[in-house]
């Protein structure tokens, strides 16, 4: 039987928790805002998560999102924040409540990334301090998202709404900073980006290769992002 988790069982004020987190909030978000790309980490297996992970650092990648779908995605998060040798921000998808943020956030993650709004989790992220990044597919459930505190606001499912979804959105909420993720990819991100996307997530377009173990094409993509997204930009 799952043991279960309670929050009273975890204390994140513990100073060893709290020196871990080195990079405060408005780093985070302003690295993000900087790179402009979040690659979203779904794998088998842990292994295959963390060269997932390097061969995303590689091609030039400011911030992983490691899913909670990935078997120990807290111990690949553990790990990477110990031992990679790149300067990469680490967060945690897939993130359905409060005790799985906990759990994130004590192993490393330095934001959180949910499909929905979970107005406990946000909370619990305000508290510590950790970027949140709840999914919102209508104006109103921003609207909500914003409300709680997130920092940003994930458009989910990005390849159903499409950038005109973040065209109108920006239109009655220039302040909203929004991350479509899913159906992002290289032919359709700079629409996404000059639609006034703050940030893209992006996953399968990124990282296919790894199912048959083509990590250097994940590098190779990678820097295509990166470099489209500047060139959306005009830098």
């Not at 929004?178 to 992006?202: C, R, Y």
Request: include cysteine.
């Amino acid at each position: 039987m799952a043991q279960r988790v309670s929050l009273a069982s975890m204390n994140l004020a513990q100073p060893d928790v709290l020196s871990s987190m080195s990079i405060a909030k408005i780093e985070v978000l302003n690295k993000i805002a900087t790179s402009g790309l979040v690659a979203v980490i779904r794998a088998e297996n842990p292994d295959q998560a963390t060269r997932i992970a390097e061969a995303c650092a590689q091609g030039g990648v400011a911030a992983l999102e490691i899913t909670f779908t990935v078997p120990g995605a807290s111990g690949v998060i553990e790990h990477l924040a110990k031992n990679s040798s790149h300067r990469i921000l680490l967060g945690a998808g897939t993130v359905l409540d409060p005790e799985t943020a906990c759990i994130a956030i004590l192993a490393g993650a330095q934001f959180v990334v949910s499909p929905a709004l979970n107005p406990e989790t946000a909370r619990l992220c305000n508290r510590y301090q950790v970027p949140y990044m709840p999914g919102a597919g209508t104006i109103r459930e921003v609207i909500e998202a914003m409300e709680c505190g997130a920092d940003i606001v994930k458009v989910f499912p990005g390849e159903i709404l499409g950038p005109a979804f973040v065209k109108a959105v920006k239109g009655p909420l220039p302040q909203a900073q929004l991350m479509p993720t899913g159906g992002v990819n290289l032919e359709n991100v700079a629409d996404w980006i000059k639609a006034g996307s703050f940030a893209v997530g992006v996953g399968g377009n990124l990282t296919a290769g790894a199912g048959n173990g083509d990590f250097a094409s994940i590098t190779q993509l990678a820097k295509q992002f990166v470099d489209r997204i500047k060139q959306a930009r005009g830098q």
